[in-house]
């Protein structure tokens, strides 16, 4: 093969110092998220595919990866099926597996199955790749990371008053500090909609009034006139397009419009009890705010739902979201089990730690000291001081092969790998090392008890 | 869907006692490879076909899973192709990607791809899932993951000596005492074939003398004979069947079987380096053995070959095993890039540890203190005290619903947290917390600074 190799577009290889940035992100989430009480499960990264198929609608079935039998699959293909020639037809008959679309279903595919070992309420977190064959764009893959957090088997609030905690914590953990944690309720939307005579176009309003901040009022009112809402009910929305103020009086606004909504009145209290436990127990960095904009995945949330964006003046959607679900593992036949949720949008938050220079500089340290290797004798000493090194947790290693001294300093500078240690005939006599520091090109000589003191 | 969900054969969900064990295991892993220097990389679930296909052989290329194109795949096929439907001769047609085999391949297509950005020698470790469409069986899985670290661009002995110290630190942290790091040498192997007249059934040759533990002497020279062997090359293969004492006398005993082959002499030479320096250097808990009958991997390896066997007494065939080979980056044009590399079994070393008990206790624990829910204030007295916990690193939690007491201490019972916090009326006016230990039963009367003092 002479071409140069390369990989699938929308996936990416990830060099060290991308690997070790990244899971500096998930390290302080999966500590956060095991210091909250959630415990860590893992899944196949495969499903059969009738528990992935119709979970995510049309266009989702789409983009799930579809994995081809194995052995002589065409062999079960039905003659008349196969002479139809028609992919859609034919992809479930030579294709019974197919690759994670999310952590969500294939959690609630885990908790129906594993129920009776499983103690209600269940704290689960989840952190794995998922694969979707969505057009790659920008910021777009078709292998990327989830992490989530949920609960399930209880519908007490407090659990939605954690979620916003665990949101502070994280983001305040990675120094991403000034997010805003935006929250809605599905009975707020379900209570407006009511209200406007709108409650059999609930998904056209919402899609509509979610776009208030791209293409302001009067475009969102037309939408939702083009959608069918009378002028009578939009004229009602009026109040809600200037809602401001604090969480407390977008609340009373709020009230005054939904006062004939039992639903809506509902999940104006939810909103309080969140907001009063919050006030109460104080946000580290974060601020909570209301949306009542925020619809984000309706036909799924039951009650809250979080987004979470990044601090002001970085460019970059949200970076977390999530919400109450009530019914999650009915669809494999478990009823009346109560979820709520977050994710962490990984690769946003990458990008965005990033832009603001928050990575600490520690992860990306490789080795601490070089061997620079000047024979077999000296290589000898220089493995045995190596060794030691190593079992007091210094990382070191020793150039292996007796090249020119300048290439192996070079290599280490290209690695850098901030000294270089130096055992040459007279070290060797002495039985001393030379550690001279990459940068500031000071040079000690120092028995290996001092050497093991400096580099640790 | 009535019936309970479940997964496809030969994959696995993991509990969160799994997930922490496994993780456990991971970490030394980790932990080790960085102390030696190497650094994490991470490549794409799935490569383009044409990565992979061709590299493992024609069983290898059966059981690639192979990912099925997406949209109207079946437009593509031509309709000649189509009519003869022959599985093997259309799967190139309508699946371009496929999930990774093993982690060696993609390592090559990496350091190939991005030699531009790479410092020779690069030391490189991988822990990631492979997917292989086998049969599954007891130990055996379709998804499992590989942990691999390999140095690639230097053909310096010193890189064996590390790998077998690599084991033996990696071993030893995991407390799995009393490994024997068996090892021999492609050269070895070849100077015996070419001494007994085999060079064109080296394969034949080593295959039967691989089964010398399990077929014992007799049967393998029959099965040599079998392959064409002549009785006079097997005649002088003798001493083999009794080589024994330390390293340096098989060596000895080797040198006159292998004296007329260059190449046998060089693969001694390599083993007597390798020998000498880890004798000078010495292993903490693990012991390297010469096997002259080991050759896992044969077509693959070109110098030193290793197998780990878990410590006496525990029977698991090998638990890690590895090697160097000299062209590993040719399949994708890069000539002369000679590698080394080691793998760690996770499967079979957690069933050793398991079976030895070795997993330490604390990995598994979930949260300290579970918060008895006595109602809305007592929640909230209680959510100010989780808080503080956490942010003393101190997991803990409220029970989110305000259930009977007993069915509250029943969930930290089945969850193995071994304290709840009490905070009922009485606390709640004296601003105290009663924290009780489940095992012991015992209660303290604590202020908010003593709880986290005991509990941190």
């Known amino acids: 093969m002479a071409q140069k190799p390369s990989i699938p577009k929308g996936t990416r290889d990830f060099n060290p110092e991308e690997v070790a940035k990244r899971n500096y992100i998930f390290n302080v989430i999966k500590q956060q998220f095991e210091v909250f009480g959630f415990q860590p499960i893992e899944t196949p990264s495969f499903e059969n595919s009738d528990t992935l198929m119709g979970k995510y609608g049309e266009e989702g079935d789409r983009l799930i990866f579809k994995i081809l039998n194995s052995g002589d699959y065409l062999s079960k293909v039905d003659e008349n099926l196969y002479n139809q020639k028609d992919s859609n ?8 597996k197919a690759l994670r679309y999310d952590l969500t279903v294939p959690f609630a595919r885990y908790v129906v199955q594993h129920q009776n070992e499983i ?5 689960r977190y989840q952190i794995q790749p998922v694969w979707r064959a969505d057009r790659p764009q920008k910021g777009r893959f078709r292998e990327f990371y989830q992490c989530d957090a949920d609960v399930v088997g209880s519908t007490s609030l407090w659990q939605e008053v954690e979620f916003v905690q665990l949101y502070d914590a994280v983001f305040t953990a990675l120094k991403l500090e000034g997010v805003t944690i935006k929250i809605n309720n599905r009975k707020i939307l379900s209570g407006i909609a009511e209200v406007i005579g709108a409650q059999d176009k609930l998904i056209d ?8 901040d791209k293409i302001g009022e009067e475009k969102v009112k037309e939408e939702m006139l083009g959608k069918g809402i009378p002028q009578s009910g939009i004229d009602k929305l009026q109040p809600l397009f200037s809602l401001s103020g604090t969480f407390e ?7 005054s419009i939904l006062s004939t909504s039992e639903e809506g009145k509902k ?11 919050i006030t109460e127990l104080g946000l580290k960095t974060a601020t909570l705010q209301l949306d009542v904009t925020l619809a984000r995945g309706l036909n799924y949330y039951t009650g809250a739902i979080y987004e979470v964006s990044a601090p002001k003046g970085v460019d970059m959607g949200s970076i977390g ?3 109450r679900y009530d019914d999650l593992t009915g669809i494999f036949g478990l009823k009346d089990v109560s979820g709520v949720g977050i994710s962490f949008g990984l690769d946003r938050i990458y990008l965005v730690i990033e832009s603001l220079n928050l990575f600490p500089e520690t992860i990306t340290n490789t080795v601490k000291a070089l061997f620079i290797n000047f024979g077999e004798a000296e290589a000898m000493a220089s493995m045995k001081a190596v060794k030691a090194l190593r079992e007091n947790g210094v990382s070191a290693e020793l150039f292996p092969d007796n090249k020119k001294t300048i290439k192996q300093f070079n290599y280490a500078n290209k690695r850098n790998i901030p000294n270089v240690v130096l055992v040459g005939e007279s070290e060797l006599a002495s ?3 030379t550690l001279k520091n990459m940068s500031s090109g000071d040079q000690q000589q120092l028995t290996l008890e001092q050497l093991i003191k400096a580099l640790q």
Do not use: H, R, Y
């Not at 103690?119 to 704290?123: A, I, L, S, Y």
């Not at 999940?267 to 436990?277: M, N, P, R, T, W």
């Open 89 to 96: 037809k034919i992809t479930s008959s030579i294709s019974e």
């Open 119 to 123: 103690e209600f309420p269940f704290k």
């Open 205 to 212: 309003f919402t899609v509509a009034l979610d776009k208030l």
């Open 249 to 255: 009086s977008q609340v009373s606004q709020l009230k």
């Open 267 to 277: 999940g104006i209290e939810e909103l309080e009890f969140i907001d009063k436990a």
């Open 321 to 323: 979201g999530g919400g």
């Open 431 to 433: 039985n001393t090392f």
